[in-house]
């Protein structure tokens, strides 16, 4: 226990400390002892008689958090690789980060787990994200006890502990910590910001890996979903979400200005798809930043972080991957779609990072700047790969298999970055936002995928403005550090629930002394087999042995325990993990492999699984499992993730949709059901009266099927039927359109999706709240405007060949 905790417990005893107010009197304030939460009810110290005029009233106390305690800003941007932001030595202005670690200190040895989920899974609880059952995403999770994506009750996160300290706790922006199986309306809640886990009092943001900044079709205020999008050209989230935030400042502020707040800020920036405004695009462009390539910089940005001095004068730029390119092979072409999508994620990250400067300023305009603790994150991993050797004119084909040309993504060139595209760039571009280290997002192995940029600042205590700190840190030491701040102790006991041990370290013995010898003397990494362990300045590492950019549903044909091969670096010589020297210290590593399994033993990491897209299709806990016949009456909306959430899954079977509806005199359309949009996805409706079924495949081919005229007034029963040429993931099959037990159109599709529509869009019926399936066809919201009266859909048996069922539901094991 910190002395500053324990300084805060002896000023602030279990009978709690009194504020100025005479206890008992309406404006009374109490600090609680908070190791027991929530804290027993307050004796009442009054007098009661028969007659309230012979009694003395005695009001329980206002709780309070201890005096002095400040403000809490966390803010964690979403895939930053270590030198993008110009604050670590790259390029891109991010003048918000460099205020911060202007005004207070900039670490350049601080940690997350290399990707979302996880990271944030630790954040928010102080333990390792084993520890807390966040071992992959949780679209990934599976049934093992660090890997189900639940976080118990035995570790609540900081909002919860805060709350009931007495701050005002919110949250804005990105969720990846709820598990699927209860993210939509219908809940349970336990698990959501708001529920008693997290314990959050509000929350406005997106449920999932991302969300389109246009068009969030999975954004939510507290429990509800909304859409504020529709019909308001222009709107993009980043903006709003800022706006959300600075609107609850102000509020607070006016409201009640003497009561801490807590406000953890998760934009969707930089997390694909890229979707910054024409007018940051246009900005960035002109800087013409990015023209002479990936190589070259590589090169600028490692000169500008010796100079800054984030990196020591000795370090090494590690060497390029030989099966990635060098940028002077590259054709004319390929290097302006390149550069395209360099700029647009530049301006991504130069827009989010200004819509957060306006939420500190927000902070400083209510007063409260000098008493707020400000942590900025760049990044919860590093530089993402996932957009593949040319980039993504959509994130959604590689989920399905699509790794698209230079020549398909040209296709998309002007729209790149627009609400027609879900871009992503090119893995070059991230191994370069990772500069000095190896590697990228996914790899928890070397530092390109671990090591984060991190400033935090609180005027009133870190005198040290614009200093460095070198200890090494990790994510997990954010919540015992915000706990010092605030003078509270580390609860044993949350809602009747004993606490596991908090796992992190806290940071506020850097805060005076830049040559304190860091508290952090261990620190395990892991993500998909590939793995670290880092101990008093040594690290050994464990790369994976397929490249992260080469997504396939194929299992890799490891030993995920032994094939990996095993790297040695001396940190305290190699800051970058540039010399192997495992050979030549063969003891040395054999120790730390040893020590890895202790660690992965007691964080509850095994058993290790090297897959990655199989784990998004297996099988998760869900309220409809089972379920085969789905009714729906009227109009539903916003329901995510089909298959587990309450959404039917037609991928990979066959299926049937029938719709009994009314038309009115003079006709009708609109959407009958919908799963998916623009980017993926499939629609039933009525165009201008005529029946229309449409499957987009990720917008490289729309195939439809349509009646030959428009219904007349009156009752139909309208039908679409689809014969699935199975067993095999994305195999195609036969769709036959009925009206009135009439065929009116039947047709072939080749192929249809593997995977996955998406998240972003959801699942709606007599309604469309995201975007269309054909832009051509029809705008959102499309509300049909005749009458369902009932809609059903029934599923085929999901036909897989057995070799398909074992990678994604069966007991996985490598080699036997």
């Known amino acids: 226990m910190s002395a500053l905790v324990g300084l805060a417990i002896a000023t602030a005893p279990a009978e709690a400390q009194q504020a100025a107010a005479t206890p008992g009197s309406p404006g009374a304030t109490t600090t609680i002892d908070g190791r027991y939460l929530p804290n027993p009810p307050q004796p009442f110290k009054g007098d009661v008689q028969v007659n309230a005029a012979q009694s003395t009233p005695y009001w329980p106390g206002l709780v309070v958090p201890p005096k002095g305690a400040p403000n809490v800003?966390?803010?964690m941007t979403d895939d930053v690789g270590f030198s993008a932001p110009s604050t670590f030595g790259g390029v891109i202005p991010t003048p918000a980060l460099d205020r911060i670690?202007?005004?207070?200190?900039?670490?350049?040895?601080?940690?997350?787990?290399?990707?979302?989920?996880?990271?944030?899974?630790?954040?928010?609880?102080?333990?390792?994200?084993?520890?807390?059952?966040?071992?992959?995403?949780?679209?990934?999770?599976?049934?093992?006890?660090?890997?189900?994506?639940?976080?118990k009750r035995d570790t609540v996160a900081i909002g919860e502990i805060l709350k009931q300290n007495g701050y005002d706790t919110s949250w804005f922006g990105k969720d990846h910590n709820t598990p699927q199986w209860v993210t939509s309306q219908a809940g349970p809640f336990t698990d959501w910001p708001t529920g008693p886990i997290k314990g959050f009092e509000y929350y406005y943001g997106f449920l999932g890996d991302d969300t389109s900044q246009w068009q969030p079709n999975n954004l939510f205020r507290n429990t509800t979903p909304i859409e504020p999008y529709l019909e308001n050209p222009g709107w993009n989230l980043t903006t709003a979400m800022a706006d959300e935030a600075i609107a609850r400042i102000r509020m607070l502020n006016e409201?009640?200005?003497?009561?801490?707040?807590?406000?953890?800020?998760a934009p969707g920036g930089t997390h694909a798809p890229h979707h910054p405004t024409k007018e940051w695009v246009d900005r960035i462009s002109a800087m013409h930043l990015f023209d002479e390539g990936w190589n070259k910089l590589r090169e600028t940005i490692f000169a500008n972080q010796k100079k800054l001095g984030v990196i020591p004068e000795?370090?090494?730029?590690?060497?390029?991957?030989?099966?990635?390119p060098q940028w002077d092979t590259l054709s004319d072409e390929a290097k302006k779609l390149y550069i395209r999508q360099a700029d647009v994620y530049a301006a991504y990250l130069a827009y989010t990072d200004h819509e957060i400067g306006r939420v500190i300023q927000a902070v400083e305009d209510a007063g409260k700047l000098d008493n707020t603790l400000i942590i900025y994150i760049s990044g919860d991993n590093g530089a993402s790969p996932e957009g593949t050797r040319h980039g993504l004119y959509s994130e959604f084909s590689i989920l399905n298999g699509i790794h698209p040309t230079v020549e398909q993504n040209m296709a998309f060139y002007d729209a790149w970055g627009t609400d027609?595209?879900?871009?992503?760039?090119?893995?070059?571009?991230?191994?370069?936002?990772?500069?000095?280290?190896?590697?990228?997002?996914?790899?928890?192995s070397h530092f390109g995928g671990t090591r984060n940029g991190m400033a935090m600042s609180w005027p009133a205590r870190i005198k040290d403005a614009g200093g460095i700190r070198h200890q090494f840190h990790h994510v997990i030491d954010i919540v015992p550090t915000i706990l010092e701040a605030a003078g509270l102790p580390e609860p044993v006991m949350v809602n009747g629930v004993a606490q596991r041990p908090i796992e992190g370290v806290g940071m506020a013995y850097t805060w005076g002394d830049a040559n304190a010898p860091g508290r952090r003397t261990t620190q395990y990494f892991e993500m998909f087999g590939s793995r670290a362990i880092y101990h008093d300045g040594w690290i050994a590492s464990a790369p994976p042995i397929l490249a992260p950019w080469a997504l396939s549903l194929a299992p890799p044909p490891t030993d995920v325990m032994n094939?990996?091969?095993?790297?040695?670096?001396?940190?305290n010589e190699d800051w970058t993990q540039a010399t192997d020297v495992a050979a030549k210290m063969p003891d040395k590593l054999r120790d730390m492999e040893q020590l890895f399994v202790m660690q992965a033993e007691k964080y509850r990491v095994f058993p290790l699984d090297d897959r990655t897209l199989p784990r998004f299709m297996g099988v998760k806990p869900s309220y409809i499992e089972g379920r085969t016949a789905f009714e729906?009456?009227?109009?539903?909306?916003?329901?995510?993730?089909?298959?587990?959430?309450?959404?039917p899954n037609v991928l990979n079977k066959s299926y049937t949709i029938t719709a009994e509806v009314e038309i009115p005199e003079g006709g009708a359309e609109g959407m009958l059901v919908t799963d998916g949009g623009r980017f993926a996805g499939y629609g039933f409706y009525l165009l201008k009266g005529v029946p229309t079924f449409t499957w987009n495949l990720i917008q490289l081919e729309r195939v439809k099927w349509q009646g030959k005229e428009a219904l007349r007034p009156g009752k139909h029963t309208l039908e679409f039927d689809w014969k699935f040429d199975g067993p095999g993931l994305g195999k195609g099959g036969t769709g036959t359109l009925k009206v009135d037990g009439q065929v009116v159109d039947t047709r072939d599709m080749p192929k249809s999706l593997p995977v996955g529509i998406g998240w972003v869009e959801t699942f709606n019926v007599g309604i469309d709240t995201g975007t269309p399936v054909d832009d051509e066809d029809y705008q959102v919201p499309f509300r049909f405007t005749g009458?369902?009266?009932?809609?059903t859909m029934k599923l085929g048996p999901e036909e897989l060949t057995p070799a398909e069922r074992e990678m994604i539901f069966g007991s996985y094991r490598a080699k036997q």
């Open 632 to 647: 729906f009456t009227g109009e539903l909306s916003n329901v995510p993730f089909p298959g587990v959430a309450g959404a």
């Open 420 to 444: 027609q595209s879900y871009p992503h760039y090119a893995v070059p571009w991230a191994w370069a936002w990772d500069t000095p280290y190896q590697w990228t997002k996914e790899v928890a």
């Open 563 to 571: 094939d990996f091969k095993w790297e040695l670096y001396n940190l």
């Open 73 to 75: 800003l966390l803010i």
């Open 101 to 151: 670690a202007a005004d207070g200190l900039r670490y350049t040895r601080f940690h997350t787990t290399a990707l979302c989920s996880p990271t944030r899974a630790a954040l928010l609880t102080g333990r390792n994200h084993h520890s807390v059952s966040t071992g992959v995403v949780v679209d990934q999770a599976t049934g093992y006890p660090g890997y189900d994506s639940v976080v």
């Open 255 to 265: 409201l009640q200005p003497d009561r801490p707040f807590m406000i953890y800020y």
């Open 314 to 324: 000795s370090a090494e730029l590690t060497a390029w991957p030989e099966d990635l």
């Open 787 to 791: 009458k369902i009266n009932k809609l």
